[in-house]
């Protein structure tokens, strides 16, 4: 069984840059949610996809976007990147409808 | 809205001595609630998990926690530290609140275990 995986590791872009994050689920996984934690914060829910379309999103602005692709792998994009939004972004795969996810080893996005 | 509180920002403990890392939940309905580790540069790792039936529940290297419903809590716990148990704590709740099952954090608990 595969793990979820995330890429790139690290990332230093400069404000106003785009950046696109990938993840690859977990084997059998139909369901991706991406995280956002910032330092010394707990994970905060950006938004999750299932069946390749966004079903649901928590509070974060419509220039943090998504997709998911028929193999259940994801990417998560930021365009106009603001220095707030460096941070450890966190990908999770589950199965629809169970509460357990499984996350990946983040990425560092360091924004300067 | 769903929550959960991690009341310590960090806890000390003595590397053989048993340990508490707390929580207390905010639900409406019953509670999804999830214990998971971060090491440092790494991801979230699942330690365990509650959904119903006996209020203990045993997980992954040892850990256990305590459900507690007139409490509201859940407390994560082991009965002998391991200086390799040093680590960041966070506790989660499942919210499906717009038909979607998310996890709702807390801000985390950083353990210390000393030799």
């Known amino acids: 069984e595969t793990g979820v995986t995330q890429s790139p590791t690290h990332l230093i872009k400069t404000r106003g840059q785009q950046v696109t994050l990938r993840c690859s689920s977990q084997?059998?996984?139909?369901?991706v949610s991406w995280y956002q934690q910032a330092l010394g914060q707990g994970p905060q829910f950006i938004f999750q996809y299932y069946r390749e379309e966004e079903n649901g999103r928590g509070n974060f602005p419509p220039r943090f976007s998504g997709l998911q692709f028929p193999n259940y792998s994801s990417e998560l994009n930021v365009n106009a990147l603001e220095l707030d939004d460096s941070a450890l972004y966190l990908c999770?795969?589950?199965?629809?409808?169970?509460?357990?996810?499984?996350f990946g080893p983040g990425t560092r996005l360091t924004v300067l | 809205a769903q929550s959960v509180a991690q009341p310590e920002d960090q806890v000390n403990v003595a590397e053989g001595n048993p340990l508490t890392v707390k929580c207390t939940y905010s639900?409406?309905?019953?509670?999804?609630l999830f214990w998971y580790v971060q090491y440092p540069n790494r991801g979230l790792q699942f330690l365990l998990k509650?959904?119903?039936?006996?209020?203990l529940v045993k997980g992954s290297y040892g850990f256990e926690a305590e459900f507690n419903k007139s409490q509201t809590s859940f407390h994560l716990k082991k009965p002998s530290a391991l200086v390799s148990d040093s680590a960041l704590y966070f506790c989660?709740?499942?919210?499906?609140?717009?038909?979607?099952?998310?996890?709702?954090f807390g801000a985390g608990t950083r353990l210390a275990v000393h030799p």
């Open positions: 989660a709740v499942r919210d499906i609140t717009g038909g979607y099952n998310k996890l709702i």
């Open positions: 639900v409406s309905g019953n509670p999804y």
């Open positions: 999770a795969s589950s199965l629809a409808g169970v509460g357990e996810q499984f």
């Open positions: 084997s059998g996984h139909n369901t």
């Open positions: 509650y959904i119903t039936g006996d209020n």
